[in-house]
């Protein structure tokens, strides 16, 4: 990682960072190679900045352990037992390659005091190539299943441009800061599959065997040369007042956005349109911000706004399908306290939205992905800060009530998500070490529901980390050890059933890693 600064005034800045990863990780013949490589380059003056960030990603996946999907287990109670932390149901032959290409350009201008113009542009393309194995649990006691095989080409190429104007200025006792600006998003996606569908390969979670051959008989597309499936376009206005008045103590925004989004579907093998939604609405800001005393505030805010429904990933049998859009709508109040030294938050919060869920395809093996409507309630504590001299906390707890609204399963608790999650992060320096921090961790989920009828359910699990940082000297430069050890007990547990696939918790991992400033 560099950096440096250049120029009379320091105006010039440039930072370069590469990054790389190579080997087996803690789960059974399961290898992983990662390439990143990044630049960032800006120069401002007093009135104008201009920043520039680009970066390539190339990630390889070998043998990697995919989520089981649970559709065929609905009305069935009792959740399967985890295997081993280590152990690896999915096949040697699967992998997965992606690239990506990142960059964006960002431009401010200040034309004076009150007045501040701002665009930028950005574009993200994507390419993965991938076989994989993913297995459909039919039977909770004895772990049998069917197994998927489905390779992929999935292509994305996403353009963005955002302009606006900010301004600031005083009307009596009423201090004004204005934002109107618009923004557009293009996004084409191609996409081709192979899979199996004459044969259904059987095997098991616990007994896994290697499949010696696997035949993909049908097809979507050209894997060589996959067309497009899907394309996105979307814009939208803004334009908001935030009054702040009292002394600054009382911040009222209101405000509206106007959005519009087209999606379109293509067949995978004639590329002729097969669908096409195109949507708009006009949404409400509205939001307050109280401070009675220093250091606490109360705030409220109601958030709606239309949401471009999902493009379906590379793993499904409809990948590249884009969703309708629809509209969501978000009311949030809360409480801060804040010291510095510590802060202390308390939330309450209620979201209307749509979710994905994974359903097995038939007895190909494969999964097909679909929405269904959710409203989720929930508080949030969250506490960071010094409780003594040299003792540090960042946490906090969630509580959840998330539910399906509509359909077969109104009132039905949202599958793979938590109804609690704890999260504690503690550190100590040791007083007698100079630079020695230790360092210990717990991570607490409750209970999922893994089916849509609430049938079965994942048991909630605690699992604890610990560590340690020690910096010091060598030759008058700082350096910074750090060791962990991950899952300590080296705990078996599902650690999530989101979308219908059961997922597995990492097993116990050690790392260690040494920087150095130069």
């Given at each position: 990682?560099?950096?440096?600064?250049?120029?009379?005034?320091?105006?010039?800045?440039?930072?370069?960072?590469?990054a790389?990863?190579?080997?087996?990780?803690?789960?059974?013949?399961?290898?992983?190679?990662?390439?990143?490589?990044?630049?960032?380059?800006?120069?401002h003056?007093?009135?104008?900045?201009?920043?520039?960030?680009?970066?390539?990603?190339?990630?390889?996946?070998y043998?990697?352990?995919?989520?089981i999907?649970?559709?065929?287990?609905?009305?069935?109670?009792?959740?399967?037992?985890?295997?081993?932390p280590?152990?690896?149901?999915?096949?040697?032959?699967a992998?997965?390659?992606?690239?990506?290409?990142?960059?964006?350009?960002?431009?401010?201008?200040?034309?004076?005091?009150?007045?501040?113009?701002?665009?930028?542009?950005?574009?993200?393309?994507?390419?993965?190539?991938?076989?994989?194995?993913?297995?459909?649990l039919?039977n909770?006691?004895?772990?049998?299943?069917?197994?998927?095989?489905?390779?992929d080409?999935?292509?994305?190429?996403?353009?963005?441009?955002?302009?606006?104007?900010?301004?600031n200025?005083?009307?009596?006792?009423?201090?004004?800061?204005?934002?109107?600006?618009?923004?557009?998003?293009?996004q084409?996606?191609?996409?081709?599959?192979?899979?199996?569908?004459?044969?259904?390969?059987?095997?098991?979670?616990?007994?896994?065997?290697q499949?010696t051959?696997?035949?993909?008989?049908?097809?979507?597309?050209?894997?060589?040369?996959?067309?497009?499936?899907?394309?996105n376009?979307?814009?939208?206005?803004?334009?908001?007042?935030?009054?702040?008045?009292?002394g600054?103590?009382?911040a009222?925004?209101?405000?509206?956005?106007?959005?519009?989004i087209?999606?379109?579907?293509?067949d995978?093998?004639?590329n002729?349109?097969?669908?096409?939604?195109?949507?708009?609405?006009?949404?409400?800001?509205?939001?307050?911000?109280?401070?009675?005393?220093?250091?606490?505030?109360?705030?409220?805010?109601?958030?709606?706004?239309?949401?471009?429904?999902d493009?379906?990933?590379?793993?499904?049998?409809?990948?590249?399908?884009?969703?309708?859009?629809?509209q969501?709508?978000?009311?949030?109040?809360?409480?801060k306290?804040?010291?510095?030294?510590f802060?202390?938050?308390?939330?309450?919060?209620?979201?209307?939205?749509r979710?994905?869920?994974?359903?097995?395809?038939?007895?190909?093996?494969q999964?097909?992905?679909?929405?269904?409507a959710?409203?989720?309630?929930?508080m949030?504590?969250?506490?960071?800060?010094?409780?003594?001299?040299?003792?540090?906390?960042?946490?906090?707890?969630?509580?959840?009530?998330?539910?399906?609204?509509?359909g077969?399963?109104?009132?039905?608790?949202?599958?793979?998500?938590?109804?609690y999650?704890?999260?504690?992060?503690?550190?100590y320096?040791?007083?007698?070490?100079?630079?020695?921090?230790?360092?210990g961790r717990?991570?607490?989920?409750?209970?999922?529901?893994?089916?849509?009828s609430?049938?079965?359910?994942?048991?909630?699990?605690?699992?604890?980390?610990?560590?340690?940082?020690?910096?010091?000297l060598v030759?008058?430069?700082?350096?910074?050890?750090?060791?962990?050890?991950?899952?300590?007990?080296?705990?078996?547990?599902?650690?999530?059933?989101?979308?219908?696939?059961?997922?597995?918790?990492?097993?116990?991992?050690?790392?260690?890693?040494?920087?150095?400033?130069?």
């Open positions: 990682d560099i950096s440096r600064r250049f120029g009379q005034d320091r105006q010039f800045g440039f930072r370069f960072n590469a790389g990863m190579d080997g087996y990780d803690a789960v059974n013949f399961e290898k992983r190679d990662d390439i990143a490589l990044g630049g960032a380059f800006d120069w003056d007093d009135r104008t900045r201009i920043d520039l960030d680009m970066a390539y990603q190339q990630q390889d996946v043998g990697g352990r995919a989520g999907l649970t559709s065929a287990l609905d009305g069935l109670s009792g959740a399967p037992r985890a295997p081993s280590s152990h690896s149901w999915s096949q040697k032959w992998y997965s390659n992606l690239k990506y290409l990142f960059g964006m350009m960002k431009v401010e201008h200040d034309f004076d005091e009150h007045i501040t113009a701002y665009g930028s542009f950005g574009a993200q393309s994507g390419d993965e190539m991938g076989d994989y194995s993913t297995p459909t039919t909770v006691r004895t772990g049998d299943a069917t197994i998927g095989a489905m390779s080409a999935y292509n994305f190429m996403n353009e963005s441009v955002k302009a606006g104007v900010r301004a200025y005083q009307t009596g006792p009423i201090r004004h800061e204005i934002n109107a600006g618009a923004d557009a998003l293009w084409d996606f191609d996409s081709a599959y192979a899979m199996n569908w004459a044969n259904t390969y059987t095997n098991n979670i616990y007994n896994t065997k499949m051959s696997h035949v993909e008989d049908y097809t979507g597309g050209d894997l060589r040369n996959p067309g497009r499936t899907a394309f376009k979307l814009y939208s206005f803004v334009l908001s007042d935030t009054m702040k008045f009292w600054d103590r009382i009222l925004t209101g405000g509206f956005r106007f959005q519009d087209l999606a379109n579907n293509y995978y093998n004639t002729a349109r097969t669908s096409s939604y195109d949507r708009n609405a006009f949404s409400p800001v509205i939001g307050l911000v109280i401070h009675p005393v220093k250091n606490f505030s109360l705030y409220f805010n109601r958030i709606q706004g239309l949401q471009k429904g493009t379906v990933g590379a793993t499904y049998v409809n990948a590249g399908h884009s969703f309708a859009p629809y969501s709508t978000q009311y949030e109040v809360g409480a306290y804040d010291v510095g030294r802060a202390v938050g308390l939330a309450f919060y209620q979201l209307s939205r979710y994905g869920i994974a359903e097995a395809y038939g007895t190909t093996g999964s097909i992905y679909t929405l269904a959710e409203r989720s309630k929930g949030e504590l969250t506490f960071n800060g010094d409780i003594l001299p040299g003792l540090r906390y960042n946490g906090g707890i969630s509580l959840i009530d998330a539910n399906t609204r509509g077969t399963y109104n009132g039905k608790t949202a599958i793979g998500v938590p109804n999650m704890i999260n504690g992060n503690l550190e320096d040791v007083p007698f070490i100079k630079g020695l921090t230790l360092i717990v991570v607490s989920t409750g209970k999922q529901q893994v089916t849509l609430n049938s079965m359910h994942l048991p909630a699990w605690s699992r604890f980390d610990l560590g340690a940082r020690y910096v010091f030759d008058r430069k700082p350096m910074t050890a750090r060791f962990s050890v991950e899952n300590v007990a080296n705990q078996r547990y599902w650690a999530s059933a989101y979308q219908g696939y059961l997922t597995m918790g990492d097993p116990q991992t050690f790392k260690f890693s040494l920087s150095v400033d130069l």
